[in-house]
């Protein structure tokens, strides 16, 4: 058993949200480590970091857990009921997923079911995906000669569904770099809204599939083509969608480089 890295005390009918990776376990933050190597119950998704699970006690136990696409679903209340049984028995339990899980995940939900049941809770944020991956990927989500700032956005409803509240309209002119998260299944349906909204059809877009894993694809066009070439490649999720002219940026042209704007 490896020594822990640092000291972490994950006390006993407790709940830590460790985020972690995103998939790669050299993105796991140093106490989200410690936390895995502590914990007497680990509760996992598909999309953790589970070459990490090599570091729990050989007595931890390990509960699967998770949301396949168009697959097997464990429901989010039988979740929480899990952590929250784990943890009136006394033990330790740690709940890893990947990227940041109390950012752009369920950990929220999470902490609020604990919280409810009396059971203390707290957060180890992970590394967030929706930067990570495209910096793997070498696209920057902002570059001070192209974009300002980024825009980061859940795609799992498509435009004009009655459950969404993005107003595509406003994002469409923002003139950052957009990040669009769990876009792939309605990512004809997102291009058609930008578009339609003023966006430029040839604005550079791509999609990065299976990030910060052996399999991690990336695959490069722009508004108007990405819908036509990612069923073309067929691009699966796990995947991030970016949107902008970082896209199409070249780390090597010198004009661009930091070198040419200090002041």
């Not at 309209?169 to 349906?189: R, S």
């Not at 058609?192 to 599939?209: C, R």
Request: aromatic share 2%; net charge negative; glycine share 10%.
């Amino acid at each position: 058993m490896p020594t822990p890295l640092v000291s972490l005390d994950v006390a006993p009918g407790t709940v830590v949200l460790v985020g972690g990776g995103p998939g790669d376990p050299g993105l796991i933050t140093v106490r989200g480590l410690a936390a895995i190597q502590a914990a007497d119950v680990i509760v996992h998704d598909r999309l953790a970091p589970l070459a990490c699970l090599e570091h729990a006690r050989p007595e931890a136990e390990i509960v699967p857990v998770g949301k396949v696409p168009r697959g097997h679903q464990t429901p989010q209340g039988q979740i929480n009921a899990i952590l929250v049984d784990r943890a009136r028995r006394g033990l330790s339990v740690v709940r890893l997923k990947g990227g940041d899980n109390f950012v752009f995940g369920r950990g929220s939900e999470e902490w609020q079911a604990c919280a409810a049941a009396g059971i203390p809770v707290r957060v180890i944020p992970g590394v967030t995906s929706a930067v990570a991956v495209p910096a793997l990927a070498g696209i920057p989500v902002t570059h001070r000669s192209l974009t300002q700032g980024c825009t980061i956005v859940s795609g799992h409803v498509p435009p004009g569904d009655p459950r969404s509240t993005l107003n595509w309209e406003a994002l469409a002119c923002a003139n950052t770099t957009l990040v669009i998260l769990m876009g792939v299944t309605y990512l004809t349906e997102i291009m058609s809204a930008l578009t339609a909204a003023g966006m430029a059809g040839q604005t550079p877009a791509a999609v990065i599939e299976n990030g910060a894993t052996p399999q991690m694809r990336v695959v490069q066009a722009t508004v108007d083509t990405l819908p036509g070439v990612a069923r073309e490649r067929h691009i699966r999720p796990p995947a991030i969608i970016m949107i902008g002219s970082v896209v199409g940026l070249d780390l090597d042209r010198e004009d661009l480089s930091d070198a040419a704007h200090t002041s």
